[in-house]
């Protein structure tokens, strides 16, 4: 059974293995429908570092996706070479509306201390996809860096 919980800074969460809603969010000049996932073993109550991190996300909402839109660009231009092995068609990324057809943003991910990672599906890692952490700091990388 679904258990639902009207959070005073998430708003109305579901639990099934982790509390989460489905949210809108503006990345590569489109709108996506992701989920939004505060991790909690057992049924346990969403942590007040999560509450602090997603509050902090939306303060500084668009801040932090043009950061991370500008790290993917970087990202996929500096390993294009390295993602082509992987990637049928891999190119240099000129503009971020171009990512819109090579990584689809899936998840914002609030760890219990507070981390935040953006999961993405992406052209180049099928199986894995791409991770941005954001908070305690930004870094970049195959999601199985930071799962």
Known sequence: M?????DPIFGEMKYKHRWYKIEKIHFF????????????YLGKPITDQQ???????KENEDEIVATITEMIV????????ELSSTWIGARMISSSTDLA????PKTLLFTQSGEL????????????????QVFPEYKIGSQDCFL
């Open 2 to 6: 679904e258990v639902t919980y009207n």
């Open 29 to 40: 000049n489109k709108e996506w429908q992701i989920t939004v996932a505060a991790k909690a």
């Open 51 to 57: 509450r602090e991190s997603y509050f902090s996300f």
């Open 74 to 81: 970087n990202y996929v231009n500096e390993n294009c070479e």
């Open 101 to 104: 057809d090579i990584t689809i």
């Open 117 to 132: 990672l953006v999961l993405f599906d992406c052209a180049w890692d099928v199986e894995h996809g791409l991770a941005v």
